[in-house]
């Protein structure tokens, strides 16, 4: 064998199985990285993100929450609000006082944050941490006065079903607000840049989609009385500035 050959064959021995190898386990304990590293890093991320992210999306949370303070005045009552996909429960600031509020997400390594963050707030009275994904909520139906998601629904893996959940757990006249950016219009230079970004996105964002079409799937959940408002958020990154404010009620 020449020795070009004998070097080739070493280097696919060596190297490129090395490679493989690390590949492979890796792939095998995917589930467990996932778990420890990831979602710890992508908690950790918006915890050190979300701060900012509200400065921008201040005016519009307000508005968003004055509706939420409206309903109060409205059944005359403390309400039980459900927070899906809390992530560090930013929005607690706007929550009307005497809340009894349910933060749900599936990565538990947000509870820290929410704990940390529940400890300087006045507003919540009770609260509870629940670990579970919006399509099947281990929540008993007919549970909450107001159900809240802000930037969840580009997340979750079935957006129909989500909202199905969401319905149901929702109190017969209960209402469901939502904050979320969505698709730019077609053949915009926006859109082309939320085509290209999309799969980075996916996986630097824990599945969050930026070409989702959010309002479609609110239209077809039947909900009473949508609302939706589109805006361009400023304080969101330019492949994300489309949102919509959307409210709705059961
Ligand atoms: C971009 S973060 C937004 C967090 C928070 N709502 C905010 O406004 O800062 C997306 C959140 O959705 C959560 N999430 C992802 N998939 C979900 C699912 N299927 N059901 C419920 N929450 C989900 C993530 O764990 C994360 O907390």
């Known amino acids: ?22 590949s492979g386990v890796i792939w095998y304990f995917r589930g467990t990285i996932m ?62 006082s005497n809340t009894r509020l349910t933060c749900l997400d599936p990565n538990p390594h947000f509870a820290g944050y929410i704990e940390n963050n529940l400890k300087t707030t006045d507003t919540v009275v009770q609260a509870e941490i629940v670990q579970g994904f919006a399509e099947k909520m281990p929540l008993e139906d007919n549970k909450f006065d107001v159900v809240v998601c802000t930037l969840v629904l580009c997340s979750v893996t079935d957006v129909s079903k989500s909202l199905q959940e969401i319905k149901r757990v929702l109190k017969p006249g209960g209402i469901f607000l939502c904050l979320e950016h969505v698709a730019a219009e077609k053949n915009t230079w926006t859109w082309t840049f939320q085509c290209i970004a999309n799969p980075f996105h996916y996986y630097i964002g824990d599945g969050c989609l930026t070409k989702r079409d959010t309002e479609l799937y609110l239209k077809d959940a039947t909900f009473k009385e949508l609302q939706v408002e589109r805006f361009m958020s400023k304080s969101l990154p330019f492949w994300l500035k489309p949102c919509i404010l959307a409210t709705a009620s059961v």
């Open 1 to 22: 064998m020449a020795v070009e050959d004998a070097q080739v064959q070493s280097f696919l021995f060596y190297k490129v199985g090395t490679a493989i190898g690390i």
């Open 35 to 96: 778990h420890h590293i990831y979602h710890r890093m992508f908690a950790w991320f918006m915890n050190r993100i979300t701060d900012r992210m509200n400065r921008g999306l201040w005016r519009k949370k307000e508005r968003l929450f004055e509706v939420v303070k409206d309903y109060k005045e409205k059944v005359n009552k403390d309400l039980s609000i459900l927070e899906v996909g809390a992530g560090t429960a930013t929005n607690l600031k706007f929550f009307p």
